[in-house]
């Protein structure tokens, strides 16, 4: 939750009430909705499969908010190998979960308000107690999601965000 519950837009001039904190995506950006009617394939809210060959969970990552206990967060897709999807998948519903190693994996999703592309970034996903995402850490590169991912954002920022998401250019 976050203390500044709205802004005013620069974008429309517009003030919206709240301030979203984060924001996820449907599918891996390979996702195409041809691949329903294929009985290898398959999407859910957490788990997709493409032709029985790509596989991908829905993870987190967390930002924290510099200056409040906020954290900014996207949903993201991350592919893993078969031997870690096959794992992840028969903990799913497993209480201790948590406990389990992290997956490597690769990150699926594009985020286009980075300036240099997201997709394919290398990534870990921690499995956390069941009900919550997995926590997806990126590797510790200098590209500015992972920068941001260990530095933090200020609240400029996540509006900075608010007003890209919301006005596409």
Known sequence: MTSDLGFTC????DHHAELPMSYSTMAPDVWDPRFESDPDSMLSSDQCVIRGRHFFIRGLIEIPVIGSQDVFSWGVWVSLSKENFARALEVWNTEG???ERPYFGWLSTELALYSEGTTDLKTNAHTRPVGKRPFIELEPTDHPLAVEQR???TQDRVREIAMAVLHPV
């Open 10 to 13: 620069s974008c429309c001039g």
């Open 97 to 99: 979960r948590e406990a």
């Open 151 to 153: 530095t933090g954002i």
